[in-house]
């Protein structure tokens, strides 16, 4: 009879939870998404840029949609946290010039070299600065690999290739051509600091980078936007930057050794940093500027364990008004990121409809993800809930309008047992999970899930991207190719009411939505695999 009862109970519990769950997936609309994604990208909004007239009407219209969803204000009473911004505009000199047994090579700006710094002094200088060869620039301990080997760089320049060692060499060593975290740029320029360089030069490819030179281009002498610091960035290199491969390959050459030999030289696991014949020297003028950014952050608190939270996160930013394409001048960003703004607040309106989840869960819209994921670092170092307490970051972005999609690509697959959380879910609505299809470009590192994955997190970067129903996988990779190279980033990343087919977001926003339900109502801390980057984090905050 006891057995009996426990069976029961047991049968009941499951069955509460399966109608909240399926009544929480019917609260997830079509119309709702539209609303949300036509409303944040129309013109009204100017493109989204922080610190301009659109953030206001931008962050207020989130707030108003949480409200009425009827998420608390997660801060303090509060649906915003402030993020204080430190605006950088840099003049640099006409020609970065290398010192060699040749001679002296002249790299022009933009051309060939393009540097910047967040150092808050009006003037920088590299001054006959040494050169060292740094192969990758990575210290890695869990591949044995120290790229540095103790030498003392302060003063010193240091000359990196893009990516990881890994990228394509015959053997497997790293993750081969899956950008590991050591490979992002920004990890680059962090380790340079560490070690007390002035500066350092990353050489660039586009096959190892993602994208082309004029990408890089583009960036230089553009307003930069960085946290506000509390020490003027005194701890960063003077001087961050690049040089094209072109400029690179004349450099070595300068120095005896050609392109492909040095490349060969920094891939061997035992490789050694080398002091370069070269002495470095150029400028840059900087003035800065402070201001307040916001995120928007509403919140459900769990019934069971209040202080343990599953964060959902959506940056809000886009940008801007910018250079005129075909006579439109207005950065919608309808696919980035009004359409994960949407996703996140439908997946929130689901959890609504029914009892509260045992966690917390927290749906976090933030600021300047355009500008190096500035809303979610901030958060991350001044958190609502302790991030040894959270449970998991789901992130999405850049979600396409294609219809219903039968993968679920999972970008930075491998990393966590959360794949196996997505996979279950995915499973149910007939779907497969598939990882991101250009691995090399490490767009793991470049969303909003990052920051919390860099403190230890498990978090997932999940949706719908390279077999949509309608077109199957040969032709939505086309369209996708098209779209990062005409869409994306462009004035004609807009939402079109009549042919534009949102039913891919409702399904997974259903999804995801299930994936947050079953974490917030579990006891589990899912942990990252044995190869992640990240691994070591968690463990440590844990204890």
């Known amino acids: 009879m006891k057995n009996l009862l426990i069976l029961l109970s047991a049968a009941a519990l499951f069955s509460c939870s399966y109608v909240r769950e399926k009544a929480g997936e019917s609260a997830i609309q079509y119309k709702n998404i539209e609303k949300h994604i036509a409303e944040l990208s129309s013109d009204r909004y100017k493109g989204r840029m922080p610190l301009t007239a659109s953030e206001g009407i931008t962050v207020d219209y989130i707030a108003g949609q949480m409200k009425d969803i009827g998420l608390e204000p997660a801060n303090n009473g509060s649906y915003f946290q ?4 430190l605006a950088v505009n840099s003049k640099i000199s006409n020609t970065l010039d290398f010192t060699t047994p040749k001679g002296t090579l002249n790299f022009k700006k933009m051309a060939d070299y393009v540097t910047f710094s967040r150092r808050m002094e009006e003037e920088q200088t590299l001054d006959q600065s040494e050169l060292v060869f740094a192969g990758f620039g990575i210290t890695a301990p869990e591949y044995d690999r120290d790229d540095f080997q103790g030498m003392d760089l302060k003063g010193k320049t240091i000359l990196v290739f893009v990516n990881d060692p890994g990228y394509g060499t015959p053997e497997a060593y790293f993750k081969g051509n899956t950008m590991t975290y050591y490979g992002r740029w920004t990890y680059k320029y962090e380790e340079a600091a560490r ?19 004029k990408v890089v281009m583009n960036n230089g002498e553009s307003t930069k936007l960085y946290l506000k610091p509390d020490n003027g960035y005194q701890d960063r290199c003077a001087f961050e930057g690049w040089i094209s491969k ?12 050609s392109f492909d030999q040095a490349k060969k030289m920094a891939v061997q696991k035992d490789f050694k940093p080398v002091v370069m014949p070269v002495k470095v020297s150029g400028w840059m003028k900087s003035t800065f500027e402070t201001n307040t950014s916001k995120n928007v952050c509403g919140l459900i608190r769990g019934s069971k364990h209040p202080d343990e939270v599953v964060v959902y996160t959506a940056h809000w930013d886009h940008l801007g008004v910018g250079i005129p394409v075909k006579s439109d001048s207005i950065y919608n960003g309808a696919t980035d990121n009004a359409s994960a703004v949407a996703w996140m607040l439908e997946i929130a309106r689901g959890f609504k409809t029914g009892p509260p989840p045992e966690r917390s869960v927290l749906f976090l819209s933030v600021t300047s993800e355009e500008s190096g994921l500035l809303g979610s670092s901030y958060y991350t170092e001044h958190p609502f809930f302790l991030m040894s307490k959270t449970v998991a970051c789901i992130n999405t972005d850049v979600m396409l309008f294609l219809g219903k999609f039968k993968d679920v690509t999972l ?11 997505v996979r279950k879910e995915a499973s149910l609505q007939g779907r497969y999970i598939a990882p991101d299809p250009n691995p090399e470009n490490g767009m793991y590192f470049r969303s909003d899930q990052f920051p919390f994955a860099k403190k230890g997190v498990p978090a997932i970067y999940a949706k719908g991207y390279i077999n949509a129903e309608k077109y199957g996988r040969k032709e939505t990779l086309s369209i996708l190719d098209h779209y990062w190279k005409e869409t994306y980033h462009s004035p004609f990343d807009e939402f079109h009411h009549t042919t534009d087919d949102l039913s891919g977001i409702v399904e997974d926003a259903k999804l995801l939505f299930h994936v947050g339900t079953d974490l917030a109502n579990s006891n589990a801390w899912p942990e990252w695999n044995s190869d992640s980057e990240f691994k070591a984090v968690r463990e440590s905050s844990r204890k």
């Open 82 to 85: 402030d993020v204080p911004l």
């Open 195 to 213: 070690r007390g360089a002035r500066g350092c030069l990353i050489i660039h490819e586009t096959g190892p980078a993602g994208y082309p030179w």
């Open 246 to 257: 072109t400029a690179a390959e004349q450099l070595f050459s300068a120095c005896g050794m």
């Open 411 to 421: 970008t930075g697959i491998g990393q966590s047992e959360l794949d196996e959380w």
